[in-house]
């Protein structure tokens, strides 16, 4: 997966490539992927996992996903999109995804940012604080 | 019961309702104790990572798309895929009094089965060394309780002083009777209740040893009722490198409390030779470029701001070291010797041929220097010692010389004679240090000739026969060589009337 440092190179210059204003482009992503399949690069498997990577670590930055163990209201993902994008200086947007082992309350993540509110994660730190 | 659940209460209101933030990772790869972790974008070098199941690491190599982490407890249950999150806090051991007389880990956990450790402090266990203004130099002397050394290699407070040799040669050895003689001096001292005696604190930190040599040295402690003045960290050979990377640091920060509170503290680093093999481990596993010997290129700032860390400090205390290289086949030019050498105030180097001949302690008087120590010499040791290193250096000229030659003139003869004489004196059993006003005044005997009709063979009996006669029936003259701290006319006459009357008394056996 790591690959040799010329192919970890082109995968970090396909991912700037793939950048419009600092925000990832789909027809610059899809432009790279086109040019990937003419060219036939040296490790062309390690490369696309990199460059898949790469992107995904940086889409993942403009997403928040919301875990909640009860019901979610649009107006509170609209709220925490609206927050995180104010943090964050930069569009996120907010998507639910339903898990019932937090027991209650939230769970959001940005990248590689967790915010933590939910009743197992308070459970966990007191069960840690014990 | 109602205060257990008052304190599960108070635990529960610590808890509040905001959402906490928690900075998080994945596993990617995980083998030789060493993670690699994506994510964990606000990672700091050397911050605690938390795994899951408890154990933790610590942040080493912070790349672009990747973070190299050491974990520092048991692997086995951690996998690919598994999160981890920053914890905001570099790692950190327990310091203080409370550690005293116990064995920890490298983390400062106990594991003597003594139980918890009362210690309410916690020190870091990287941190930059006292800068320039904060220090002193060295002018208090720290005594080993070793005659060869405190005569002629003295050791002060806030030194860095290597012991280097081949292995089997009494490194070891050295450090414990520094350590036991500074208990002794602790005891003496603070049963005396004079107000300005400063009790000297020892770390003893094992890296990468057999669980058994760490145990005679605990047991030798013991036997020797030095452990109640003795932290012992252990990072045996079985440990995972991180440990044993760790282990020297987290002695460093235990002994920095003794220092930064206006204590006086003695750290052994037991060796930085294994030291630097668990480094050159940790570094080849997260990929890190090797140079020489597969060290990588900072194995030098590795010692350099370990061994820096020992100071004495204007106003507060002092931290002493003394790390252990051993050497392979007396090759004191190899990478790691040569640069503690040049980190270091000193050096005792201990030769493996004198061991072998019955020199024990086996200490190379031509190799061995301290650069800083004689300035904390007490006057009465440079009265009575002044001359010994120079006489002993004539000695082995000469008695090179003399294996060839049958005819020797007199003066010759008087000097081979009298440094064998010297040679046999310095010999001393281990785990026994002499007080230094016995050292005193078995070598004021030396100096005024007393031995010189003692047959080369007898001198050690002599000299023990000196030791007995001076600390069992010359306690109030011992103790006021002890306090003056130089040879006064007073004191002279009293050395000459105690080394008489043994002299009439004494028969060789």
Known sequence: MRGDKKTRLLAKQLFKLSLVNGEVSAAQVAGVLGYLEKVQPRQPLTLLKLYHCAIAAELAKSRALVEHAGPMADSALQLIARAMTQKYRRPVTAS?????????GLRVRVGSDVYESSVAGQLAALSAAL | MSTVIEQIEQQIAKLS??????????????ADGVAKLDGLSDVMYNEMVQFPGGAIGIALNLEEDEVGCVVLGDVSQLKQGDEVHTTGKLLSVPVGKGLLGRVVDALGRPVD???????????????????????????QPLFTGIMAIDSMIPIGRGQRELIIGDRGTGKTTICLDTIINQARINKVGLASGAKDFRPVYSIYVAVGQKQSNIVRTLSALEAADALQFTIIVAAPAADNPANQYLAPFSGAAIGEWFMENGLDALIVYDDLSKHAVAYRQISLILKRPSGR??????????????????????????????????????????YIPTNVISITDGQIFLETDLFNQGIRPAVSVGLSVSRVGSSAQIKVTKQVGGKLKGELAQFRELAAFAQFGSDLDAKTKATLERGARIVELFKQPQLNPVAIEVQAAVLWALQKNYFDTIEVKHVVGAANSLKDFLTSRQDALLATVRT??????????????????????????
């Open chain 2, 113 to 139: 089965g003594k139980g918890p450790i009362a210690s309410t402090e916690s020190y870091p266990v990287e941190k930059i060394a006292p800068g320039i203004i904060v220090r002193k130099s060295v002018s």
């Open chain 1, 96 to 104: 639910a995804q339903r898990n019932d082992a937090l027991l209650a």
């Open chain 2, 17 to 30: 309702n905001k959402a906490v933030k928690k900075n998080t990772g994945n596993i990617r790869a995980i």
């Open chain 2, 293 to 334: 010997e597969a060290y990588p290129g900072d194995v030098f700032y590795l010692h350099s701001r370990l061994l820096e860390r020992a100071a004495r400090l204007d106003g507060k205390g002092s931290l002493t070291a003394l790390p252990v290289i051993e050497t392979q086949a007396g090759d004191v030019s190899a």
């Open chain 2, 484 to 509: 003056k701290a130089a040879l006064s006319p007073e004191i002279e006459a009293g050395l000459k009337t105690a080394c008489d009357q043994w002299k009439a008394t004494y028969t060789a056996k």
